[in-house]
């Protein structure tokens, strides 16, 4: 104990106990992992739940290979997977383009501020039977939820983040005369980019909800589609399984987008600091 | 500038996109012989026939019961659990893979499953509703209530502030912006939910009616079931707003002050 410690000792011990070897949150969550699975795996088998609603953890997990042996499981996933990407491009493309373009004019900012408000809380949901009836099944009808869906998330970002623009940074680029183009180069893109990344990710978790929305309802095909398919068959292992591989598939996109986002602002002083601490 | 001035300037503002906008969708539409794409005014007339009758009581009552008690469930659940993980290092180690895998399921997929358990009744609604909307909630909390400020923590600690009174005067308020901000994700995955569990399989409620009218070729009033969902988005949307207003003023005068703002 150092000469400038005067805390009684008894507080001094204190620390000392915290300090005492703790696993690592790798090993602690694995725990958790598997006190999970066994979770599910002994409530059937004990029958505090019906196995026939709720088979144990490893029928699922048989019923999930079994269906990821067949083209017809990953051809789903691939058409998930594609309605996914084609959503969200098209609506970081939108978004981004317009977010630039309405936050950096004040007088669009105000006069569209309304009807953004007001559009964005439609629940994109509400939209499927107007896609039916003019896009018909499939893969637009899905599209447009998905880019509805996942647009507005961006846009907003994107519309913050312009705002947040430093007044000293743009002073002095006004002062240096830097050009419309250098200035959204150099000075509104890096500031937006932090709010960019917060709505990649949101919107990429929602366009992920919407794929997969679209075909449980029947307007689509994919995992969805497959997941609908399988409780009207009542192969209930099957839709515990598909469940499963969705969420699996969420934990990647949420993954990816993390890591895209630490990658995109390793130099951002909010990412610097979560990496540090 | 005076008040009155300004306050016309800000009305004006917000008013001239909206109108402009359902005046263009008035004028083309107004002899559309698209069957798929009505007039705006057979929409609106449509609306108030189709809404306000029996539909209120019959449809529109069950949808918003299920979707305010199910949210209130996920809101209860989530800052519950949260608090309780959020305080317990080890606890909260040990689980958050498993709900960081609960939360990445598509809320909707789960829809299958809990109807295969409880039905297709209000009760597996709610329940639907609860399962999808309390992850932003509960992750939200746990984030919130570790990051607790560690000053405050232990003055608060020495001044003997434990139990329920830390919860009330520390721990919750503390956390309170990033449970806020959960509570607004669960709110728009709840009424996502609310749709999606009625049009997949119910009797009543404004996705069920939604359906309903496009599948029995009832153009304009599958028009006004949407515009009635909007309409119900825009206004909880906005009651969150006041709600958040209200609560986090402090956070926001907070930052406005680090910011340097007035």
């Known amino acids: 104990m150092s000469a400038t410690d005067v805390r009684p000792a008894r ?58 042996g067949t083209d017809r499981f990953w051809a789903a996933t691939a058409e998930t ?26 007088v669009l900012r105000r006069f569209t501020a309304s009807t953004i408000e007001f559009l964005r809380p439609v629940p994109s949901v509400a939209l499927i039977p107007l896609a039916v009836l003019l896009l018909g099944l499939g893969l637009q009808s899905t599209l447009l939820l998905v880019v509805y869906a996942s647009f507005w998330q ?34 509104i893109w890096p500031t937006a980019l932090p709010y960019v990344m917060t709505g990649v990710r949101l919107g990429a978790a929602v366009a992920l909800i919407l794929a997969v929305t679209a075909g449980l309802v029947g307007i689509g095909t994919g995992l969805g589609a497959e997941i609908a398919l399988a409780q009207s068959s009542n192969a209930v292992p099957l839709v515990y399984g598909l469940v499963i591989f969705t969420g699996l598939l969420g934990v990647v996109v949420n993954l990816a987008a993390r890591v895209l986002e630490r990658r995109t602002l390793a130099w951002h002083s909010s990412v610097r600091a979560d990496v540090g601490g | 500038m005076q008040p009155v001035l300004r306050w016309g300037r800000t009305l004006g503002y917000a008013l001239t996109l909206p109108v402009v ?41 069950p949808s918003v019961t299920r979707l305010l008690i199910g949210y209130t469930g996920a809101v209860v659940v989530g800052v519950g659990l949260g608090v309780l993980l959020g305080a317990n290092r080890t606890l909260r180690r040990v689980t958050e893979p498993v709900l960081e895998f609960f939360r990445a399921i598509p809320p909707p997929a789960l829809i299958p499953i809990l109807f295969l358990f409880a039905g297709i009744g209000d009760t597996a609604k709610v329940i639907v509703i609860i399962s999808g909307a309390v992850w932003p909630v509960l992750l939200n909390t746990v ?119 007035n």
């Not at chain 1, 680029?173 to 150099?186: C, D, E, K, Q």
């Not at chain 2, 559309?32 to 306000?52: E, M, R």
């Open chain 1, 81 to 106: 997977v594609q309605a996914w990407g084609i959503g969200l491009g098209i609506a970081l493309v939108a978004g981004i383009g317009l977010g630039l373009l309405i936050g950096s004019v004040e």
């Open chain 2, 21 to 61: 906008l359902v005046t263009l969708w008035w004028v083309w539409s107004a002899d559309s012989t698209n069957y798929y794409a009505p007039p705006l005014q057979t929409i609106l007339t449509t609306f108030g026939d189709v809404w306000f009758s029996e539909r209120l009581r019959a449809d529109v009552l």
């Open chain 1, 11 to 68: 507080a001094g011990a204190e620390p000392a106990r915290r300090r005492r070897p703790e696993l690592p949150s790798s090993v602690l969550g694995l725990v958790g992992l598997v006190a999970f699975a066994a979770l599910l795996e002994l409530l059937p088998r004990t029958g505090i739940v019906s196995a026939e609603y709720f088979p144990p953890f490893s029928e699922m997990v048989r019923a999930l290979v079994e269906a990821a």
């Open chain 2, 143 to 261: 984030e919130g209530v570790r990051a607790v400020d560690d000053v405050l923590s232990d003055t608060s600690r020495s001044y003997g502030v434990t139990g329920l009174a830390r919860l009330r005067h520390l721990v919750l308020p503390a956390a309170s912006p990033q449970i806020v901000a959960g509570m607004r994700q669960a709110l728009s995955i709840s009424i996502i939910l609310m749709v999606i569990s009625e049009m997949f399989a119910s009797t009543n409620g404004l996705g069920f009616s939604v359906i309903q009218f496009q599948r029995s070729f009832a153009i304009p009033e599958m028009w006004s079931g949407i515009l009635l969902l909007g309409l119900l988005g825009f206004v909880l949307s906005l009651l969150f707003q006041l709600f958040e207003r209200r609560t986090l003023r402090w956070y926001h005068g907070l930052r406005r002050s680090q910011l340097g703002e």
């Open chain 1, 154 to 187: 961006i846009l907003i970002q994107v519309i913050y983040g312009v705002q947040d623009v430093d007044p000293v940074a743009r002073e002095t680029a006004r002062s240096y005369h830097l050009g419309r183009w250098a200035r959204v180069r150099y000075l």
